[in-house]
Every structure is written in structure tokens, then in C-alpha cells.
């Protein structure tokens, strides 16, 4: 708020003349405001990074027809749904039909409130801000399940129950996990966690206690993924099984803010997993945090982000989806020992005066190693995608000259 | 209503008695994951499946009346819509027995020329069954990636006889097209590249994943006992370890002079007969296929080109009698009893079809598993509705 005022005075130095109750209001709708169009506009460019992740993956295009590369498909999809009829079957519970998409929204959107950007961009700084991320995060649950119900369509509530069963198992072992950074920190407030990892990438919680903290944050990404409904945990619209899952019924554009919800959802969750583990908005170098007169806050928050996003795509397209026991089975007898054990570890360790920050070897052993293995990652990626181009070329041209041209009649 | 329903085989199914905490559900005619319109009537407890009734007959469109009504080679475009996936092999299926109860012998050409389409026909049939598979198990990747190989074979399908789904190609007493020059030579780089680069990655893609494997390893235990029972055929059964394939047993067109193994269930990561199994299977014997394939064109490269029209019959009228003949086709033994009063046109024709065998079994299976599990038993059966109805 106060940093909103600041900026406000910045902008219209008259602003600090305004009367309280309009500078209340513009404080509190500019941010809000802002939020909200990043967060509405936000999904047309998910969408497309993800066909084209798909497509890259799957040895074809992507979307190409609508404006140069497609980069036009997501917003000619959007107004197709916008004008799209909403179709409400005469059984359904119109209210909660109506409402149910609002309340994902809603869950979907609100944690957007306590997200740093940067040291002063941030809509509130609560200090209670996990647990509120964590909180109204579970508000979409509610929603998905007044979706099913509300349908009045026996798929929908098959998607309704699995999606109730699989966030409230997964619920657990991610909260206990958002434990371990918040015990390091002595905070649950975002800004807090996240200032408390400045100076470089070595300070970054995810290079803590070098073999503990990966292993937290791995499992706190599976969690993410089962509780946004991503592969390999997409049972709740599992499409092969459920049809749609809990928006089978749905059309048009309360369809299209299912859609949105979703992909607000993974990028709430990267953008949170980028703040209690990568340092949120803080650079790998300090150097890097600022460029000229520009704050690159904004900048390495949204990167982390999308990288976190880009793997949470990549798992999509590779991998299947798993079922229903084997994902009870991980929640509960794989993750919840694991973040019991991570809790107690990290909670001991805290306590000695020797290792409250690390063990000695982080600062050389931990991050150059996941340095290295970034790295070795992306050369490997290099390499498959030279190879193929390489295979392209050697098949097109076998041993011996060419194939004679097919003659195909069209 | 009682027990005693139409289809018989339901005593435990009785509505009357349903309890309030189980729930009927239809899956299909419109579902993604039933392979075309097959409807699966489900008696669900949560998650758990009580009982399953499938419901054939969406897509039935009188195959053996039409055939009554037209000449023996117009029958053949309606053999190719059975399974319209493999229609290669529903008509060769048709011709080999036509021509058995014609008495003609077609020549070595020709037969080579026959094992190549339905080889390359098997091969497409697989990467189908293979993808559409991993795409009800959630990995839409994969399918991409066999749907890449399938379109080339289409496109030498397309070379040969200008179809691409249902070819007419297998005449009675030949074929409708020779082989295009460059033919040998198109094929061989598609199988190179088939198999240097798509199989390889497909077993590391999605075959041996992980979470692949437990979906299915345990789900769906057919013993070889009851695929025998039910009558299943193809990769079904021996996806229960029965090594039982025609092309090997009771050989037509020259398959005996093809060195190639009868692709079973090893049992690698569970029971035999699982899911994965009969999935395995249908992988392996692409592979096989590609085998046979090497030795036919090699074979063809030696063989004298001779006219594909040449015992082709200006009318095929047949002596009177009656025949039933089964060959490999890439779902199970198909098997046509065709009966001839001498006439100019069938007097009846019956298809066995394999994949309507492999519906009957579907209810015992399907009791007691999950309603994820009875999409990846449905796709495992690799059932095409077109066959099962006809």
C-alpha cells in the first residue's frame, strides 16, 4: 500500500493533495487493476507457449495460421469463446453453475495479492502471506467441486470427487513442505522469505543443506502439479477416462475461465515455488538486479516462473497419467514420510547455531553442481535437437541418391 | 427387471436391487476412449467398477446382407470397411478364400506382392492400436510420433493404388496395381527409418516408462486358459502367452518361407496376459513385420515381374459349395465362411471377426477394476467397431 502511495505521489505529485478516501481508492484499484489484467491477459500467452511446447515435442508446428507464427491463435480462440454460447442443460443448478467458475477464478487469482516483484512491487506484504497463498488456493477445490455437483452429469462429479480426494491428499504434504523454507526464514511473509535469500544465487534457499532442500523442492513441485491438475495428475479432466472431467458441461465463456483458472494456477504455483526456493525476484547475481536505471525485479520473478512452467509442460507432453490409488499412493506413503522427515531434519538443523545457515560445503559444493547439471541438461538438448536436424537431412537423402519423386495425384 | 437379459450373460446384473451408493454410468457411444461407438454400460461403486455390459451395434451396416447382393469383387469395398483400420488385411482375407474355393493359384509375384501390403498394413494397424493406446493411458505424444510412421506408409499405400484408408487393392486372383518403379527403394527408407528411429524411441518414450508399466502390468489378467475359453485371437492371446499365429500354423501366401517369430507376452514386469501385455505384443510384431518385410522386397528385387491381372477372371463364379477360410489379420484371425450356389454373387457370407471375440470377454475382465482400467482394458483389446458390427 504504502509503496503504491509512493509511486502514485511519483506519478501526479498533486495525488498528495487528494482527499484520503480517493487516494485510498486509486491505491487500492491500480494494483488490484493491474493484477487482474495481467493475470486475464496472462493465459493467452500460456496457451500458446504450450501448443508450441506440444508442437515442438510432438515433430510438428504448433500453431502457424493465425497471424505471424500464430502468435494470434490464443486471442482468435479467446473471441470465439467469448461469443460462444453458454449452454446451460435444463438439469443443471444454474446458481452454483454459475458460481462454481467464479470461485476458481477466484482461488485462482487472489494469491496474485501477496506475490513480490520486486523489493516495493507488491500489491500486500501480509505476514501471514504462504499461509494466505495456500489458503485461497484451496478456494478453486470448492469450486471444481460445485462444478461436478452442479452439472447434474455423472462424468462431471466423477472429475469433482477425484479432484476433492487428490487436492486434500496433496494439500498435506505440500503445506508441510512450505514448512521447511518458512522454518529457515523465521517468516511466512513472501517478501520476508524472498529478501532473506539476496546476495546471489549461492544464498537461494534451494542451495540450503545441500542434499535436504532439493529434494524439498522437488516434492513440493510434484504436489504442484497434482494440486493445478497437470500431467501426470490430470485425473480430474482426465480426458481418456472422464470425457472433461468437471467442466464437461460447460461452454462458451465460463468454459473459457476454467481454461484461464487453470493456467493462472501454474503460474501462481511456479511464481510461488520461484519465491520460497529460487530466490523470487532477486537475481543469480546481485549485479544483475538492476540494469541502468531499470529494477529487473519484475524480469527474473517472470523468468523463474516460466521456466518452472516450461518443465511443468514438458512433463505433459511426455509423460502418461497415472490413477487414482497411485496417486493417493504417492500423496500419503511417499511425499507426506518424505516432508515428515524433511520438517524434522531442517527444524534440528535450525536449531544448531553451527548449521542455522547451510551446512559449510553450500557455498562450494551445492549450486556450481546445479550449475553443472543445468548446463549438461541443456547441452543434451542442444544435442538431440542438432541430431535431428542432422537425421532430417541423412534420411532425406538415403545411400545412393535420392528416392525418385512419388508421383502422387492429389 | 430380471435377470435373464437379451445378451444372457448378466445374471449379476439386476437394477432392481441397485443400492444407493453405486451408479450406472454409459460410457459412449460418444466417448473418447471407446474406440469408435461402442457403448459400456458401467455399474460403478466410487471408482470401482461392479459390473460392465458393453453394447454393440452403432456402427452395424449389414456387411453379410450387402454381400449377398453384390458380385464377389464388389464385395471387396465392403470388406475394407471392417475394420477400417487394417483394410489390407480384410481383403486379402476375402480373396484367399474366394480364390480356394476358385481354385486359382496366384502367382510368386503376386503373393510377394500381397505379404508386402499386409505386412506394411500391420505395421500401420500397430502404430494405431500402439498410439491410440497410449493416449487413453494420458500421453498424447507417442501417438504423434506413430501417426508421423503411419502417414508414410499411407503414402506408399497412396503410390500404389491412390488410397489411403480403403484400398480395393486385393483382387480375386490378384491385385488391383503392380508396384510402382521406386517402390522397393521408398519402402526400405521407411523402414530404416521406422527402425533405427521410431521404434527405439518408442520403447523409451512410453514403453518402459515408468508410470506406464504400473497402469498396466497388473490390469486386466487374461489366463491363457480364459483368452482360449473366450476365443481370442491375434496379439490377445498371445499376449497370454500362447504362441498361435496363423501366418506361422496354418501358412497362406508364402508366409512359410518368411523367417520371422510369433511375438508372445513375456511377462516382463507382471503376469502374462495383463494389459501391458497384449500392448507389448502388438509393439514386438512391428518389428516382426518389419522383418518379413526385408525378406520380401529382397525377395521381389529377385522375383520376375509378372502381370498382377494375369489369373485375375473376367467373372468370378465360383463352383457351387462351401468354404471357410481364417488368415492373420493385425487384430486376430479373421475367418469368412462363404457359401456358393454357384452364382455370380455369394449366396451368405459369415465373418469371424476377431475383434468381436475380444468383446466377449470384456465383461468378465472388467469386474472389480477402476474406470481408468477399463479404458486401458478397452484400448488394450484393440477392438475397431467397424469389425465388431460389420
Request: net charge neutral; glycine share 8%; with cysteine.
Amino acid at each position: 500500500m504504502d509503496a503504491t502511495y509512493d509511486y502514485l505521489v511519483w506519478l501526479f505529485p498533486a495525488a498528495a493533495q487528494w482527499p484520503s478516501w480517493l487516494v485510498t481508492l486509486v491505491i487500492t484499484a491500480l494494483p488490484a487493476l493491474a493484477c487482474f489484467t495481467f493475470m486475464s491477459l496472462g493465459p493467452l500467452v500460456y496457451v500458446y507457449a504450450e501448443r508450441k511446447v506440444a508442437g515442438f515435442m510432438q515433430d510438428r508446428l504448433g500453431p502457424m495460421r493465425v497471424g505471424p507464427y500464430g502468435l494470434l491463435q490464443t486471442v482468435a480462440d479467446t473471441v470465439k469463446l467469448l461469443f460462444k454460447e453458454a449452454i446451460f442443460p435444463r438439469k443443471v443448478d444454474r446458481k452454483l453453475f454459475v458460481l462454481a467458475p467464479i470461485l476458481v477464478n477466484v482461488g485462482a487469482f487472489m494469491p496474485f495479492v501477496v506475490i513480490p516483484w520486486g523489493a516495493r512491487l507488491q500489491p500486500a506484504d501480509l505476514n501471514v502471506g504462504v499461509f494466505y497463498v495456500s489458503a485461497i488456493a484451496a478456494l478453486s477445490t470448492v469450486g471444481i467441486i460445485m462444478a461436478g455437483w452442479a452439472s447434474n452429469n455423472k462424468y462431471a462429479l466423477f472429475g469433482a470427487m477425484r479432484s476433492a480426494a487428490q487436492i486434500v491428499s496433496y494439500e498435506i504434504p505440500s503445506l508441510l513442505i512450505i514448512l521447511v523454507p518458512v522454518m529457515l526464514v523465521g517468516s511466512l511473509s513472501l517478501l520476508d522469505i524472498t529478501q532473506a535469500q539476496a546476495g546471489g544465487l549461492q544464498n537461494w534457499l534451494l542451495f540450503r543443506y545441500f542434499p535436504i532442500m532439493p529434494v524439498a523442492f522437488v516434492c513440493f513441485f510434484v504436489t504442484g502439479l497434482a494440486e493445478t491438475n497437470r500431467a501426470p495428475f490430470d485425473i480430474p479432466e482426465a480426458e481418456s477416462e472422464l470425457v472433461a472431467g468437471f467442466h464437461t458441461e460447460y461452454s462458451g465463456f465460463f468454459f473459457a475461465m476454467f481454461f484461464m483458472a487453470e493456467y493462472t494456477e501454474m503460474f501462481v504455483f511456479s511464481a510461488v515455488a520461484a519465491v520460497l526456493f529460487l530466490g523470487g525476484y532477486l537475481a543469480p547475481h546481485p549485479a544483475l538486479q538492476q540494469v541502468g536505471p531499470v529494477a529487473m525485479g519484475w524480469f527474473w520473478l517472470w523468468f523463474k516462473a516460466w521456466s518452472l512452467m516450461f518443465v511443468m509442460m514438458w512433463l505433459r507432453w511426455t509423460l502418461p497419467r497415472s490413477r487414482v490409488d497411485q496417486l493417493m499412493y504417492i500423496a500419503w506413503k511417499v511425499l507426506l514420510p518424505i516432508a515428515l522427515v524433511l520438517v524434522v531434519l531442517v527444524g534440528g538443523l535450525v536449531l544448531i547455531p553451527a548449521t542455522a545457515n547451510g551446512f559449510p560445503w553450500d557455498r562450494y559444493v551445492a549450486w556450481p553442481l546445479t550449475l553443472l547439471l543445468v548446463g549438461f541438461l541443456t547441452l543434451v538438448m542442444i544435442r538431440a535437437l542438432r541430431w535431428d536436424k542432422g537425421r532430417a537431412r541423412e534420411l532425406a537423402l538415403p545411400a545412393g541418391g535420392a528416392a525418385p519423386a512419388r508421383q502422387v495425384a492429389r | 427387471m430380471s435377470a435373464a437379459s437379451p445378451t444372457g450373460f448378466v445374471s449379476d446384473w439386476d437394477q432392481d436391487g441397485l443400492d444407493t451408493d453405486e451408479m450406472v454410468v454409459n460410457m459412449g457411444p460418444q466417448h473418447p476412449a471407446t474406440h469408435g461407438v461402442l457403448r459400456v454400460e458401467l455399474r460403478t461403486d466410487g471408482e470401482v467398477v461392479r459390473a460392465a455390459r458393453p453394447h454393440i451395434g452403432y456402427l452395424h451396416r449389414c456387411f453379410e446382407k450387402h454381400c449377398e447382393n453384390v458380385d464377389y469383387p464388389g464385395v471387396m469395398p465392403y470388406a475394407d470397411r471392417m475394420d477400417y483400420c487394417a483394410a489390407m488385411g480384410n481383403t486379402l482375407g476375402f480373396a484367399l478364400t474366394v480364390e480356394k474355393l476358385c481354385g486359382i493359384e496366384v502367382s510368386p509375384y503376386v503373393q510377394t506382392v500381397r505379404v508386402i501390403m499386409a505386412e506394411l498394413q500391420r505395421i500401420a494397424s500397430h502404430t494405431i492400436a500402439v498410439g491410440t493406446y497410449t493416449m487413453d493411458i494420458g500421453a498424447f505424444t507417442p501417438f504423434l510420433h506413430l501417426i508421423r510412421d503411419r502417414e508414410k506408409i499411407l503414402d506408399l499405400f497412396e503410390w500404389t493404388c491412390g488410397a489411403r484408408l480403403l484400398y480395393n487393392y486385393n483382387w480375386v486372383g490378384g491385385v488391383s496395381h503392380d508396384l510402382p518403379d521406386g517402390f522397393i527403394r521408398a519402402t526400405r527408407d521407411f523402414l530404416r527409418e521406422f527402425e533405427t528411429v521410431t521404434f527405439p524411441e518408442l520403447l523409451d518414450l512410453i514403453i518402459h516408462n515408468r508410470i506406464f508399466v504400473r497402469r498396466l502390468s497388473h490390469v486386466g489378467v487374461c489366463s491363457p486358459e480364459l483368452a482360449i475359453s473366450y476365443d481370442l485371437t491375434g496379439p490377445n492371446l498371445r499376449g497370454s502367452g500362447i504362441a498361435r499365429d496363423l501366418r506361422k500354423d496354418f501358412p497362406y501366401s508364402g508366409y512359410e518361407s518368411y523367417d520371422f517369430d510369433v511375438c508372445v507376452g513375456t511377462g516382463q514386469y507382471g503376469p502374462k496376459g495383463s494389459c501391458f501385455e497384449r500392448n507389448w505384443v502388438r509393439v514386438v510384431e512391428m518389428r516382426e513385420s518389419a522383418k518379413i518385410l526385408h525378406q520380401a522386397l529382397d525377395r521381389l528385387e529377385k522375383t520376375e515381374k509378372a502381370d498382377v491381372h494375369e489369373k485375375v477372371p473376367k467373372r468370378v463364379k465360383p463352383p457351387k459349395g462351401e468354404i471357410y477360410f481364417r488368415s492373420e489379420a493385425p487384430r486376430g484371425q479373421l475367418g469368412y465362411y462363404l457359401v456358393s450356389d454357384g452364382n455370380i454373387n455369394p449366396y451368405r457370407v459369415k465373418v469371424k471377426s476377431p475383434c468381436f471375440t475380444a468383446m466377449s470377454v470384456f465383461h468378465h475382465l472388467a469386474k472389480g477394476m477402476l474406470i481408468a482400467d477399463v479404458i486401458a482394458l478397452i484400448g488394450s483389446l484393440d477392438i475397431v467397431l467397424g469389425e465388431i458390427d460389420r
